[in-house]
């Protein structure tokens, strides 16, 4: 069965440190790969994807994603955090067989950026 | 537009009975997913209806069942209702099945005593 582990459940940082928050996911087919990101008192939204092509996929508000099929991670980083980015970021799977709606997530990683 | 709507969005039930949560997807979507979140855990798929058609069913027991009404609107219903479905339910919608961007509402919380 498909799961999705996400390494970290609290990361604390100041502003303007750098993200990586990682994931790895147990699939042996094809993958489509996500990151969700939630906002303190708004509903889940989509960050970045990846379906094929260039494993870098670069998303919203400055965040990317690389995909290491041989390690089987789809870890998001971002640069330089900002106190916005204080949220809760989901890493999600889906088997690339037309299982659109069926994402598995991961617990969730709790991110709290000081100013 | 409005995004995908979900009432109520809080409810407390007790323990054996049955609740009933409404999910209203973004106009022109027409596949409806729904998810469990637990507190602590990421949202765990329950149900996909397409075009009224289950597409879709995650590991959850008989008590969980949902329907697909024409104007694509949808509901989830459990029955005998335990402590332990005390969680996030999640609506998202897509316009079609095969899609791979899930929009989400902001679900309805539910407390079992």
Known sequence: AQSVSQHNHHVILSE???????????????????WYVQYPGQHLQLLL???SGDPLVKGIKGFEAEFIKSKFSFNL?????????????FCAV???DNQGGKLIFGQGTELSVKP | DA??????????????????????????????SWYQ???????????QYYEKEERGRGNFP??????????????LNVNALLLGDSALYLCASS???????????????LSVL
């Open chain 2, 62 to 75: 008989d008590r969980f069942s949902a329907r697909q009404f024409p104007n694509y609107s949808s509901e």
């Open chain 1, 77 to 89: 980083r971002k640069p330089s955090v900002q106190w916005s980015d204080t949220a809760e970021y």
């Open chain 2, 95 to 109: 316009p079609l099945p095969g899609e791979e961007k899930l929009f989400f509402g902001s679900g309805t919380q």
């Open chain 1, 49 to 51: 994807k990846y379906f």
């Open chain 2, 37 to 47: 979140q637990v507190l602590g855990q990421g949202p765990q798929f329950i149900f």
């Open chain 1, 94 to 96: 889906n088997a690339g």
């Open chain 2, 3 to 32: 995004g995908v709507t979900q009432s109520p969005t809080h409810l407390i039930k007790t323990r054996g009975q049955h609740v009933t949560l409404r999910c209203s997807p973004i106009s022109g979507h027409k596949s409806v």
């Open chain 1, 16 to 34: 303007a440190a750098s993200l990586e928050l990682g994931c790895n996911y147990s699939y042996g087919g094809t993958v489509n790969l996500f």
